[in-house]
């Protein structure tokens, strides 16, 4: 009797602790988000491009740091089906890849064009975003933790597209692309969840879970790095900033099907603990 409710506190104490330092660690995160568009933005009008650069250099050898210190992890050298095994989060990936350069990498280009091509301003944006990000994450994350996965596909998606097409749509008008910068902030909240919850789940039911994350990254650089050729081929043929945007909403087609596969596949949340993922 005593030694279970020993045990429970033991358990609980366990879980506090885990639950304090992932909290620390999204706020520290959220913070940077906020913080470092700001600062950057400053230093790159204030200070150059050679000190501004230079010191976020500094600052990703700097986060590296605490990898040192972590425990040796053995890995075995012959896995059968080691990489095999991860197709379906490679795909995943390379959608995930191919939504980026025109959500991310030709969006943050035309935001800057559209901001008249000032760092602060851009800086600006980016930090509006990261504040809508913190307070978003804080908002919708609870949505697949309670064990709604599939309707969190569909509700994600279609945000997702909606906003992709608002950021082509804004391109050239300030105020607007403001505005679509902070909503997409929002909308990432709905998106990373949902596609790494998955891609975190596959990874643990994998032979191994160092190759399959090897492989999944390898996806996204084959998917993004296509994207980019794509979109920078488009450019060289005059095509205008927004049709590389909406380039996304190929990848989130690929996506949309692979993750609605994944969350059927899965066992719903009222089934007892003791049953398998996906048993009967």
Request: with cysteine.
């Amino acid at each position: 009797m005593g030694s279970d409710r020993f045990r429970k506190r033991t358990i609980g104490s366990l879980v506090d602790e885990c639950a304090t330092r992932d909290g620390a660690r999204e706020a520290l995160g959220s913070v940077a988000a906020i913080v470092g568009p700001l600062i950057g933005g400053w230093a790159l009008t204030a200070l150059g491009p050679r000190v501004a650069f230079g010191a976020a250099a500094v600052v990703h050898v700097l986060a590296a740091l605490p990898f040192l210190g972590t425990p040796e992890v053995r890995v075995a050298s012959n896995v059968p089906r080691g990489f095999r095994a991860a197709v379906s989060g490679i795909m995943l990936f390379a959608a995930d890849g191919w939504i980026a350069v025109g959500y991310y990498f030709v969006w943050q280009i035309a935001l800057f064009v559209s901001l008249g091509e000032s760092f602060t301003a851009f800086g600006g944006a980016l930090a509006l975003a990261g504040l809508v990000g913190a307070i978003g994450g804080l908002i919708l994350g609870k949505h697949i933790d309670a064990g709604h996965g599939g309707r969190a596909v569909w509700l994600t998606f279609a945000s997702l597209a909606a906003v992709t097409v608002f950021r082509a749509a804004s391109t050239g008008t300030v105020a607007l692309a403001v505005i679509a910068n902070a909503v997409g902030a929002l909308v990432v909240c709905l998106y990373t969840p949902t596609l790494m919850t998955a891609v975190y789940n596959q990874a643990k039911r994998s032979p191994c879970t160092l190759r399959f994350h090897l492989a999944t990254e390898g996806g996204w650089d084959v998917g993004g790095a296509s994207g980019c050729i794509v979109a920078a081929l488009l450019s060289s043929a005059g095509a205008p900033l927004p049709v590389g945007i909406l380039l996304s909403l190929a990848g989130m087609a690929l996506s949309l099907i692979l993750l609605r596969r994944h969350y059927k596949m899965i066992a719903p949340p009222d089934l007892p603990l003791t049953q398998p993922v996906g048993g009967a």
